[in-house]
């Protein structure tokens, strides 16, 4: 593993996905009936950090908008409006929790369900506040801005995320997903990432930022295997203009129909292939067993259980884990799985720091 530190404290982070408590209405206003406001369960969100405490996790990831159903809000002409002020309270809020827990959280704005026909979401206005500069400017600095200056450098913010999966808004990568009113382009979204990554590195430069990406198919540069980095500075630069918006690392996702050539699991974190430390931002805690032989491999996969497959990202030296997620794996064996990826990571790091420190104190001596 990697014996130099990720970010702030961290040799790895290890965590898990909440990601939300109540999907798209932990945080907002309801769009049929203003006078309606939703604040966060804090109660449910506790009882997700103990777990995550207890089984020596460092970071968790929730979404904050998601699909924009209740958050931001907007006006008639479609542009957004400025947050009431208790949206900012409430983030604090839960920032605050987490650092009673002794746990950084990385906040993911957006889902590519912003574009899906689901429960309050205008997906005409979110592609305007995607496409349309107008549009994105209201966003930035009516909603983007003003909880970004609220938050600062809280110590419990881990990073600002601001994407989940945005390649699924896309023909290009996700025309088989269903549910879709709208769609974008690739250059669309990294436009706006480049966007609001610069707004953000302007109001509070020492917090770091980073975007969730599918798989490696849109995050590595690999053409060998159809992989294309669309989140390296230039790229995010070329499309948007704004020299401050880039990452300061990656989140990539991994699902099996990715099979072995996409994931983490099997091939090693590669500088030549990807210049930031990457997160494997989401992934399920079960079992992966890939049952034929592929193509262009002459025997077939060893599968790896559950309980290693964290283990199996820090031996391939990735910067980290975050297991997807306490809202969907809700069964005692399935908390059970997830527990066990995170406290095998943790016993691992603990043992390597050890070993790290007695070689140091070994070195100083002779």
Known sequence: MCKSQFIQDYLFVNGLNIAWIYYGKDIGVDPFSANKEYRPDLDKFSEAMDFANSQGANVIRWWYHTNGSTNPIFDSDQKT????????????????????????????????????????????TNKKLLTQQEFTEAYIYNALVPL????????????????????????????????????????????????????????????????????????????????????????????????????????????????????????SYDS??????????????EDLIFDEKSKDMDHTLLPIIAENLGVSLVQHQWAGSLVWSWTDRKTAEERIRMGTVIKNIKELIDQDSIATTDKKDKDSVS
């Open 81 to 124: 409006k400025p947050n009431p002020l208790f949206f900012h309270e409430d983030v604090k809020a839960i920032l605050d929790l987490a650092q009673s827990k002794n746990l950084k959280v990385q906040i993911c704005l957006w889902s590519f369900d912003m574009l899906k026909d689901q429960w309050g979401v205008d997906t005409e």
């Open 148 to 267: 970004v200056s609220f938050i600062g450098e809280h110590s419990a913010l881990f990073a600002w995320e601001i994407f989940n999966e945005p390649e699924g808004m896309t023909n290009t990568y996700a025309k088989h997903w269903g549910g879709f009113k709208e769609r974008v382009e690739m250059t669309d979204i990294q436009r706006f990432i480049n966007k609001i990554a610069g707004a953000i590195r302007r109001v509070q430069p020492y917090v770091k930022i980073t975007n969730g990406a599918l798989g490696f198919l849109t995050n590595v540069e690999d053409p060998s295997n159809g992989f294309k980095n669309f989140y390296t500075d230039a790229n995010l630069i070329e499309q948007g203009g704004d020299k401050d918006g880039y990452l300061d690392f990656y989140n990539i996702h991994y699902y099996d129909w990715a099979r072995h050539k996409g994931s983490p699991f099997h091939n």
């Open 272 to 285: 030549s292939k990807i210049d930031k430390k990457a997160i494997i931002g989401e992934y399920y805690p």
